[in-house]
């Protein structure tokens, strides 16, 4: 891991990113299919802001792109949960939503 050396007034996150984080996790909290994802942490990489990796207390990473449609991913991600989904989702690593009107997942 590399070790961030900070300032003082040194911005971590902008309004902006803590914003889309709050309403990223109402969203999954919020929707009933998304319900069974626990959320446990949310990493942001320092050298792409965009991107939001969602860690699940059921393992499962989720990778969110700020530069899509979250509502629109999310809803897809409903609609694969409720269907393809429904009963492998403990057994996957990650589910990626950052590409437009596509999800890729392992």
């Known amino acids: ?3 961030l050396k900070l300032k ?3 911005k971590i996150l902008t309004e902006n990113i803590i914003s889309k984080i709050i309403f990223l996790n109402q969203k999954i ?3 009933f299919a998304l319900a069974e994802l626990n959320i446990s942490n949310f990493t942001i990489n320092k050298n792409l802001p965009d991107e939001v990796s969602i860690q699940t207390q059921e393992g499962v990473e989720l990778l969110i792109s700020f530069k899509t449609n979250t ?3 999310l809803n897809y991600l409903k609609l694969m949960m409720e269907n393809e ?3 492998s989702l403990k057994n996957l690593k990650y589910i990626d939503l950052r590409t437009e ?3 890729f997942y392992q």
């Open 101 to 103: 009107d596509k999800i």
């Open 71 to 73: 509502v629109k991913q």
């Open 29 to 31: 909290s919020s929707s």
């Open 85 to 87: 989904l429904k009963d």
């Open 1 to 3: 891991n590399e070790e």
């Open 8 to 10: 003082k007034m040194d």
